[in-house]
């Protein structure tokens, strides 16, 4: 997995590294911490990934965009 998300305070932190085979998993995993996790009140996660593929660059702007309109929480670059 090359991902990590951890909670600091009221950010859920998202730490991504190249390449990402499993962007339906991060999805997944985010979603059921922010179910989960009490209080977050903003998410930390890149905008950009050094090394991205063309792919990787465009699944992380999508769900970028989607965790921002389902989840309600401002979502900021890490």
Request: with cysteine.
């Amino acid at each position: 997995m090359p991902w990590i998300i951890e909670r600091d305070g009221s950010s859920l932190r998202v730490h991504i590294a190249c390449p990402v085979d499993d962007w339906d998993i991060l999805f997944d995993e985010l979603e059921r911490r922010l179910r989960e996790e009490q209080g977050v009140l903003v998410i930390e996660m890149p905008e950009k990934m050094a090394g991205a593929s063309r792919t990787d660059a465009d699944l992380l702007e999508v769900l970028r965009r989607v965790l921002r309109h389902t989840s309600g929480i401002p979502v900021r670059p890490a």
